[in-house]
């Protein structure tokens, strides 16, 4: 296994996300060149993303340019000018809720969005392009840990079908244009500076603001919970290590990145609750369309090729995560 190459030119699109922020401090700290692209929407509050930014514009080495995967002009611009080595394609239209409602934001940054990243790393050759897919794509898949081994092809939401669209994208790309590729099906990634849109951010806002929050299949519900810091670890071990050539001719690889130990809905809102130091109002309510009622990562791959598996518990990850909440929305909550 190859360590992490501070030398390589590094682009990271969803460069202003919830990980491409993170993943971008984290390789700027210890030295590389990072390009980031981000088209700033407002599916959850811009000024968290243009807080992210101004971390990592205080950090030597970084460039941000503000565009839209789905521009495929823009793009050809960007790895014309910057001619990145390895490129890790974060930016997506998330959430599957949204989805039912919005389909056409995930078919343009989603789909089309991640054509054009394919298609400019094959016209701009590239030594490893890493992508997130999401635990989204196992669906209702019954067989607890979900395997990378494991049938996908039956989403129960638009999301989790774009993100399958993308693997198999991926592959026929690798195939035909040998573009080393790797996609990581992330598992329920939290922590400070998250995303609003996610559950457990939504929770800490209405637990401070002493309004219910919503409890889907009435609690009956368990996640694979991965703190950013083990996403971030996963990624850099993978980046500089692209996958090797199959009897196919692909040299293209998925992990799973998962803590690899679900946890009861109720007892992750418990701990969150202790860590805010106030009990939650509660409305209970029926699972939701495009829901499903487990995720749970197998990580096998992961720990054979990487010797790496996520650990962190929820007890510390919330805890940090609402050290922070508190801090950040100090003003509102006063």
């Not at 049938?151 to 994208?169: F, G, H, I, W």
């Not at 009956?220 to 996958?243: A, H, K, Q, S, W």
Request: glycine share 6%; aromatic share 14%; net charge negative.
């Amino acid at each position: 296994m190859k360590s992490l190459d501070t030398t390589k030119r590094y682009l990271i699109t969803g460069g202003a996300g919830f990980i491409g922020f993170y993943l971008s401090k984290a390789l700027l700290e210890k030295g590389a060149q990072v390009v980031g692209l981000d088209n700033l929407n407002d599916y959850y509050e811009v000024s968290l993303k243009e807080d992210r930014l101004a971390i990592l514009s205080e950090l030597e080495g970084y460039r941000f340019a503000k565009a839209d995967l789905s521009d495929k002009e823009a793009v050809f611009r960007l790895f014309e000018e910057y001619k990145p080595q390895i490129v890790v394609n974060l930016a997506a239209q998330a959430g599957v809720r949204y989805s039912i409602d919005n389909p056409d934001a995930y078919i343009q940054s989603n789909i089309v969005g991640f054509f054009n990243i394919l298609e400019a790393c094959r016209h701009y050759p590239v030594e490893h392009l890493v992508f997130a897919s999401s635990s989204s794509v196992y669906g209702g898949n019954k067989k607890v840990p979900f395997s990378t081994q494991d049938q996908v092809d039956r989403p129960v939401s638009l999301y989790a079908a774009t993100k399958k669209s993308n693997e198999l994208m991926a592959y026929s790309y690798s195939k035909l244009y040998q573009i080393p590729l790797t996609g990581l099906r992330f598992f329920t990634v939290y922590g400070p500076m998250g995303r609003p849109d996610m559950a457990y951010f939504k929770f800490a806002k209405k637990i401070m603001a002493d309004e219910p929050i919503q409890i889907f299949n009435n609690g009956d519900m368990l996640r694979d919970f991965t703190y950013i810091d083990d996403i971030i670890t996963g990624v850099e071990n993978i980046l500089c290590n692209p996958p090797s050539t199959d009897e196919n001719g692909a040299a293209y690889k998925i992990y799973n990145i998962g803590n690899n130990k679900p946890e009861k809905l109720m007892d992750y809102i418990a701990v969150l609750e202790k860590c805010l130091g106030k009990e939650a109002k509660k409305e209970f309510l029926p699972m939701q369309p495009g829901d499903v009622y487990e995720t749970y990562a197998d990580v096998t791959d992961l720990m054979r090729d990487y010797s790496f598996k996520p650990s962190t518990t929820i007890e510390e990850g919330l805890s940090k995560f609402a050290e922070w909440f508190k801090n950040y929305y100090r003003e509102e909550l006063k």
